[in-house]
C-alpha cells in the first residue's frame, strides 16, 4: 500500500491469505504453501516441504497479535517499547520496516486510519 502520510498511522491487519499457528510456547508460526513448477520440482526431487514454516522471533511473537486492524504502528511501537525498553530501539524505525517486510510478503495488510472531524 502506498502511504501518503505518516506510516505510524497505518494499522495493520492480517491478511485473509496468511495462514497461521500458535505453537507449544505460544509462538506464531506462519504456514507458507509453496505452488508453482519450479516448487513442485523441488518438492520432488529435493524434498522440499509443500509448506514452509515461519517462525516468529521473541519481538515478532509480541506483535504479531497487536496487528487486529484497530492499533496503529504508533499504538504497536508503545507497547513494545513498554514490554522491551531499550532492546527495541530504534524502535520507529525497526518496527514500520517490520510491517513493511510483513506486507511485502502478504502476510498482513495496511490501510491509513481515517480521523474523523471529532478527533477519533
Known amino acids: 500500500m502506498e502511504v501518503s502520510g505518516n506510516y505510524l498511522d497505518v494499522v495493520p491487519v492480517y491478511s485473509e491469505s496468511c495462514r497461521y499457528r500458535m505453537g507449544d510456547k505460544g509462538e506464531v508460526i506462519i504456514l507458507v504453501e509453496n505452488k508453482g513448477v519450479f516448487h513442485w520440482i ?12 515461519i517462525h516468529l522471533d521473541e519481538m515478532g511473537n509480541f506483535i504479531w497479535p497487536l496487528m487486529d486492524g484497530e492499533r496503529t504502528v504508533y499504538d504497536i511501537a508503545m507497547l513494545v517499547r513498554d ?34 472531524m471529532d478527533g477519533s
Not at 523441488?42 to 514454516?53: D, E, G, I, L
Not at 520507529?92 to 474523523?116: A, D, H, M, P, W
Request: glycine share 4%.
Open 42 to 53: 523441488a518438492q520432488k526431487f529435493f524434498h522440499r516441504p509443500r509448506v514452509s514454516q
Open 83 to 116: 514490554e522491551f525498553g531499550e532492546k527495541a530501539e530504534p524502535l520507529f524505525e525497526r518496527l514500520v520496516q517490520y510491517v513493511k517486510n510483513l506486507e511485502s510478503y502478504g502476510f498482513v495488510e495496511c490501510c491509513e486510519r481515517s480521523i474523523t
